[in-house]
């Protein structure tokens, strides 16, 4: 659910990766939490100094939103934008970085909310740069992303883009496969003809299929696996006569896997 060395051109690598809390997280309540900080990565023609990406699950969606909601309303004060630049501050100089502030926040359409927070700030030896912290909300998951970089940092689009790559990777490992239009299954049911089938109409980010053909009663009930047909088409053989024939299809991703079965075809008559 954070970031992938697959989302980068070659020439990235993960610097640190583990399930400690970060400073630049939100302190929440979470069931759990990951991140990974990332070095040499490329957007665009920009070379990032670093990328941190974290994601954590609140205990449930409205908890998130509720999180969110109140750093959006901290944003509308500048006390609290100040307070926020310190503890930013505070967090980089363990990295050799001073006197950072707010200079900009935005909202991006990405995930259910996205707030994106610029930085400006220098280093020790008085070098400026520029960071982005954003905060991406889908369902009860929030993802933190601090990019550091010099300036002028990213633009408004390429830091959307990021942000709805976390979006996919959440979708990805939290959407289940759904079902809509159930599997069928074609061809004429004797020995030796060649059942095809169509896997039906499902939806769900990264699905791949599983088959499995059934050998049923005469009236489709009590079906059970059929040893070795396990692939999209099946040859129908003498030890079907007399029974029905089925296909079901385990659809899966990272969420799940959810399974769905055709109708019984007709009896399979003898030859």
């Known amino acids: ?10 020439g990235a690598t993960i610097v640190s990766a583990n399930a400690k809390r970060s400073s630049f997280m939100l302190s929440i309540a979470t069931s759990s939490s990951y991140a990974r900080t990332f070095s040499g990565v490329v957007i665009g023609h920009t070379r990032l100094l670093t990328l941190f990406s974290a994601v954590q699950v609140a205990s449930n969606a409205a908890k998130a939103e509720v999180e969110m909601q109140a750093l959006t309303d901290e ?16 967090g980089l100089g363990q990295e050799g970085f001073a006197s950072a502030h707010v200079v900009r926040d935005r909202t991006l359409k990405a995930g259910d909310t996205a ?30 992303l601090l990019i550091v970089s010099g300036q002028p ?4 689009g390429q830091s959307t883009g990021i942000a709805k790559t976390v979006v996919a990777h959440i979708e990805a490992a939290t959407t289940p496969p759904a079902n809509t239009t159930a599997p069928t299954v074609g ?19 990264g699905l791949t299929f599983a088959y499995s053909w059934l050998r049923c009663d005469a009236t489709g009930a009590a079906c059970t696996p059929i040893a070795g047909a396990t692939s999209a088409s099946y040859t129908v053989s003498n030890a079907d006569v007399g029974a029905t024939l089925a296909l079901e299809v385990a659809a899966t991703n990272a969420a799940s896997t959810v399974s769905a079965t055709s109708k019984p075809t007709a009896v399979v008559q003898p030859s």
């Open 153 to 156: 940092g990213l633009s408004a």
């Open 187 to 205: 061809g004429t049911v004797g020995p030796g003809s060649i059942l095809s089938s169509k896997t039906g109409t499902w939806s769900g980010p």
């Open 1 to 10: 659910m954070v970031l992938a060395l697959s989302d980068f051109p070659a």
């Open 75 to 90: 944003l509308s004060s500048k006390t609290l934008r100040s307070s926020i630049g310190r503890g930013f501050s505070a």
């Open 115 to 144: 707030v994106d927070l610029g930085f400006s700030f220098k280093s020790s030896s008085g070098g400026a740069y520029y960071a982005e912290l954003m905060y991406v909300e889908k369902g009860p998951e929030i993802a933190t």
